[in-house]
């Protein structure tokens, strides 16, 4: 019973040394796709190599809502519980939230919301399937604290250019895929960035492309990572070219923000918060961030 106490009160001092607004995540990014946007950087031969670049590092303002469901303090490699069957290295999302802390300090707390599995399809993404019915479970706890959706990262379609087949029919399951997100998370305005290929499994990569750059929808944006530097495997980018990636990602998140300040409307959460849960388990990243930074 004392020692019990005691932890818990070790907790509470842990967790009265933050901000408040560090308990919620005002501002959420889901991210999805398949390897590269869950992170192989640094990855050769099934080993992370474990370099975090200065872009990536952790940041108290930066959380991920992890594998099950609590917010921790984010850090490389973000999918690590996510696309656990796999070794992951560095991916985008570290490089974009830290890229847009530093363009904006004022921005708030990031949360991050990794959803990427590696070597998926278009239709394994399709309405109805595990990976969509994931997201969804997942976008929809991390509004559990409070916050907005503030874009969907999308950075997929290496395993669809295989066959020409699947290639040619690449173009119509993406923007299924893209409205259907909108409309299931209430957001019809939901920001997207996607990511146009840089590499395939496959010979088709010129038509995914095509399908990708030729999308024409409101609020999509997209990134093309065409030319950036690739693992020896020719099919994952590096992490140089992640942190590259992240960064751009972040240029052309904050070029949608009008005046550089989120006024969107989407998601707002009117569920009850989950605090006792979540104070124990920022109390447990708080730790884990003291072996980063001394915290005041
Ligand atoms: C990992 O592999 C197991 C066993 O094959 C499977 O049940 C599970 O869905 C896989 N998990 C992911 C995230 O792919
Ligand atoms: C964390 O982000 C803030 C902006 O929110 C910035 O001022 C600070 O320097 C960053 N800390 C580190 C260790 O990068």
């Not at 200065?54 to 996510?82: F, G």
Request: hydrophobic letters at 45%; one cysteine or more; charged letters at 15%.
């Amino acid at each position: 019973m004392l020692p019990l106490f005691f932890h818990f009160l070790v907790l509470l001092a842990h967790a009265s040394s933050v901000r408040p607004q560090q308990l919620q995540p005002k501002n959420i990014f889901i991210l999805a796709g398949q390897s590269n946007m869950a992170g192989r950087g640094g990855v050769v031969n099934g080993a992370w190599d474990g370099i975090v670049p200065p872009q990536c590092q952790p940041n108290h303002s930066i959380l991920r809502l992890s594998a099950n469901l609590a917010w921790v303090l984010a850090q490389e490699p973000l999918h690590a519980d996510i696309d656990a069957n796999k070794t992951n290295g560095v991916g985008p999302g570290m490089a974009f939230a830290n890229a847009v802390l530093s363009k904006d300090p004022t921005f708030g707390v990031i949360g991050l919301v990794p959803c990427a599995i590696g070597g998926t399809s278009i239709s394994e993404w399709g309405r109805g399937t595990s990976l969509y019915k994931r997201l969804l479970r997942r976008a929809q706890a991390a509004l559990q604290d409070g916050g907005t959706i503030q874009a969907l990262l999308w950075y997929q379609g290496e395993a669809d250019t295989v066959t020409k087949a699947a290639a040619d029919s690449y173009q119509a399951k993406l923007e299924s895929f893209f409205s259907d997100v909108r409309e299931d998370l209430k957001s019809p305005m939901l920001p997207i960035i996607q990511v146009a290929l840089a590499s395939g499994s496959g010979h088709f990569v010129d038509i995914v492309r095509e399908a990708q750059l030729g999308i024409d929808l409101l609020d999509l944006r997209t990134v093309d990572a065409k030319g950036l530097p690739l693992e020896p495997d020719g099919l994952h980018i590096t992490t140089q070219a992640q942190v590259q990636l992240g960064q751009m990602l972040a240029a052309t998140f904050l070029q949608l923000l009008p005046s550089g300040r989120p006024i969107l409307s989407p998601i707002h959460s009117s569920a009850p918060r989950r605090c006792s849960n979540f104070v124990l388990d920022f109390g447990r990243s708080i730790i884990k961030m003291n072996q980063h930074y001394t915290i005041r």
